[in-house]
């Protein structure tokens, strides 16, 4: 055996891969729509947001997508690193 995996388990292990991603997606999103509700919203007078409430959300998730983002950018970089790292003990 090669240590490689046949096809059936390659296609459980993305399922698998898919459902975490999905399921830390969710966390995410509904961490977002937590910090900023509770962040920006204060007046429950009214179904409608404020204009000053709107903006908040807007500017929160903006920033927090953009935090997102350079995250997974700098883990992208620190997984690229090491993986070149490993590549090259193994020479």
């Known amino acids: 055996m090669d240590g490689g995996l046949t096809q059936a ?9 898919q459902k975490r991603q ?4 969710m966390n995410v999103f509904g961490n977002l729509v937590d910090n900023c509700f509770t962040s920006c919203v ?5 179904k409608a947001l404020s204009g000053r409430e ?4 807007s ?10 983002t350079r995250l997974g950018e700098r883990f ?5 690193a090491m993986t070149a790292e ?6």
Do not use: H, P, Y
């Not at 709107?54 to 959300?57: A, K, P, R, W, Y």
């Not at 929160?60 to 953009?66: P, Q």
């Not at 992208?76 to 690229?80: H, I, P, R, T, V």
């Open 9 to 17: 388990e390659s296609r459980e292990l993305d399922a698998r891969i």
């Open 22 to 25: 999905v399921k830390e997606f």
């Open 42 to 46: 204060d007046d429950f007078t009214s």
């Open 54 to 57: 709107n903006g908040c959300l």
């Open 59 to 68: 500017r929160c998730v903006l920033k927090s997508m953009t935090t997102q």
């Open 76 to 80: 992208g970089e620190l997984n690229a």
């Open 86 to 91: 490993m590549q090259q003990k193994m020479r």
